[in-house]
């Protein structure tokens, strides 16, 4: 049911802002186990609690926002990992690439030594660093080799690596692509499962703090209204 609950929340998520985001403040995981504690916990309290201006839609809410953060959460575990593989496999690739890259600018230096037109080209693509760089510098090697195939086959080079370079520019560039997307911090699933956080957490915290109010003096039922997982911590 989480996809669903999160469908019949999307417009609701979508609308929390930046600012009213929260960050969350332990693992998810548990935060939803804790969220379904309260759930079963405050069965008995409803009246109590509705009578000091807690709506009944709040405890309505309980585990359908659960619902929907699990599924948000979900996602962006999902994407984040994808990403992530998408890292491994570039640092395994790029020293691959690099040494391609250094090859090719090592032949053709030679095979262009009587062309200064061609050497000023290859100066150029030597010139940037960086990995974007590396990735286009492959693909712009790839081209001046193949308009230039003669002077390679001069001095018995290996035409087959510049289609490998085009290849292999074309590869890294989408796993840069992936790479850098996990550098966002602001990536549009780990918002999305903030602000499903901030609606679940927002329903959470009004039935705690309403729960403390009444509870206050009763201990037996106001430890069900405090976050185990916080007070592990601050003990």
């Not at 602000?195 to 009444?214: H, M, P, S």
Request: hydrophobic content about 40%; overall charge negative; aromatic content about 8%.
């Amino acid at each position: 049911m989480s996809k669903e609950h999160f469908d019949a929340l999307a417009a609701e998520i979508e609308a929390i802002t930046v600012a009213e985001t929260k960050q969350p403040n332990m693992p998810i995981d548990r935060f939803l186990q804790e969220a379904a504690n309260l759930d079963v916990w405050s069965k008995g309290d409803v009246a109590t609690l509705i009578n000091i201006g807690v709506a009944q839609a709040t405890f309505d809410a309980l585990p359908i926002r659960a619902g929907a953060l699990r599924y948000a959460q979900s996602a962006w575990m999902k994407d984040r990992y994808s990403k992530e593989e998408a890292r491994q496999e570039w640092d395994t690739q790029s020293p691959v690439a690099l040494e391609l890259k250094n090859e090719l600018e090592h032949a053709f230096r030679f095979a262009f030594r009587h062309r200064p037109d061609l050497l000023n080209k290859v100066k150029a693509i030597e010139a940037g660093t960086g990995n974007e760089d590396m990735v286009q510098d492959l693909s712009d090697l790839s081209v001046l080799g193949k308009a230039n195939l003669p002077l390679l086959t001069a001095i018995a080079f290996d035409a087959t690596k510049l289609d490998t370079a085009e290849t292999m520019s074309s590869d890294m560039s989408a796993l840069l692509a992936a790479m850098n997307g996990e550098r966002a911090e602001n990536n549009s699933a780990k918002t999305t499962r903030d602000k499903a956080f901030t609606l679940l957490k927002n329903a959470v915290d009004e039935i705690r703090e309403a729960g403390k109010y009444v509870f206050w003096k009763d201990p037996d039922r106001l430890k069900g209204y405090y976050s185990q997982y916080r007070k592990q911590w601050a003990s």
